[in-house]
């Protein structure tokens, strides 16, 4: 099995983000990404992706109703061939049309909080009652930073020192996440929403969350059975793959290099993995395992059913259910999240 690091959920100056496509894949190369996936606000650029300088660049979009008010239901669209913007107004033909396509449409920082002293309002999403949504960026790194920078001290100390500030997703995203995986599968993925704004605070002029540290931060770790070749369809085609089929953890990297997590059942029958089915039966386990010591949760259904530190975590689980890890590591002081993986679907035998 292979596995590939990735950056989904950036912006360039085809919409609101500073960085060009040629600077955009220089910081993916400095952060030695093996893919990035650019999300543009309601446009699909095209000719750009491909691999560029040794980055395989998708091009996907982040759609939303301009008309709306106030600002809501932000979509990232990946795997489409045309653009999609013009079904903004109606969430659910949006997912539709993206679906339609065989693309993969992922809510983007479905829970914001908007403090008075910040660079934007929140833009949470809010049309539940939507189906047919793939997944959900259930860690949003601009969510958080926005939520925290309250204050010009604290929006100051976001900005230059954003690693003391980050602590993991919100817990309401993580419930919403749940809550959809009760329906069905939903595939959860996190993102820097890179934009490499400037701002002006005075004196100050700092870039708020540069490209090159943002991709070094909130990640997605792709599993793979077959590698990445260089050939660019063949590739897109992977990275869709293990996207669509969930077999992906979300990874603060800042706080340690996750390659080499994993999460999957055994038994007697074989191992499964990250976003598969498996009959629950005795002598099932369920084992998670980290590259560095962390706090190691195991939770069903939403609720938290072993918990382990340490590198590993194996457990034998008493009831189907949709299954998955979350690890916190501590830095500066606190505890974070570092991984949060995609379940295992624990059905009951047939
Ligand atoms: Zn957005
Ligand atoms: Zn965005």
Redesign the pocket.
């Known amino acids: 099995m292979a596995e590939y690091i990735g950056v989904i ?3 360039t100056t085809a919409s609101d983000g500073r960085a060009t496509f040629p600077e955009i894949v220089r910081a993916a190369r400095e952060a030695r990404l093996d893919f990035l996936i650019t ?1 543009d ?1 309601n446009c699909l650029p095209q000719g750009e992706a491909g691999y560029r300088d040794g980055v395989l660049l998708i091009v996907g979009q ?1 759609v939303h109703d301009e008309a709306r008010e106030p600002q809501v239901n ?1 979509l ?1 669209c990946i795997g489409v061939g045309e653009d999609v913007t013009a079904l903004a107004a109606s969430p659910q033909r949006l997912v539709d049309a993206v679906n339609a396509q065989g693309g993969l449409a992922f809510i ?2 479905p829970v914001e909080f908007a403090p008075s002293y910040t660079l934007e309002p929140a833009i949470p999403w809010v049309d539940w009652d939507v189906v047919g949504v793939h997944g959900i960026e259930i860690w ?1 790194y ?1 969510s958080e930073f926005k939520a925290h920078a309250t204050g010009l001290a604290r929006g100051a100390q976001a900005a230059y020192w954003p690693t003391s500030v980050i602590i993991g997703p919100f817990p309401e995203a993580l419930a919403r996440w749940d809550e959809m995986l009760r329906r069905g599968p939903v595939v959860a993925i996190g ?1 820097p ?3 490499g704004w400037k701002v002006r605070r005075g004196p100050l002029n700092p870039t708020i969350l540069p490209y090159p540290f943002l991709f070094r931060a909130v990640r997605t770790h792709l599993l793979t059975d077959d590698n990445l070749t260089g050939d660019f369809a063949h590739d897109q085609r992977l990275v869709l793959g293990a996207l669509r089929r969930g077999r992906v953890f979300v990874a603060y990297d800042a706080l340690g290099d996750a390659t080499g997590f994993r999460f999957e059942a055994h038994d007697r029958a074989g191992r499964v993995g990250m976003g598969e089915a498996v009959a629950w039966r005795t002598g099932l386990r369920l084992v998670a395992r980290a590259p560095l010591p962390a706090e190691l949760r195991l939770l069903c259904d939403g609720i938290e059913v072993a918990t382990q530190y340490g590198r590993s975590l194996s457990f034998a689980p008493h009831q189907p259910g949709v299954y998955r890890v979350e690890a916190y590591r501590r830095h500066a002081r606190q505890r974070r999240g570092w991984v949060f993986s995609n379940p295992i679907y624990v059905q009951d035998a047939p």
């Open positions: 959920h950036a912006h999300t606000h982040e932000h990232l983007a920082h949003n601009m993102g929403d890179a934009h």
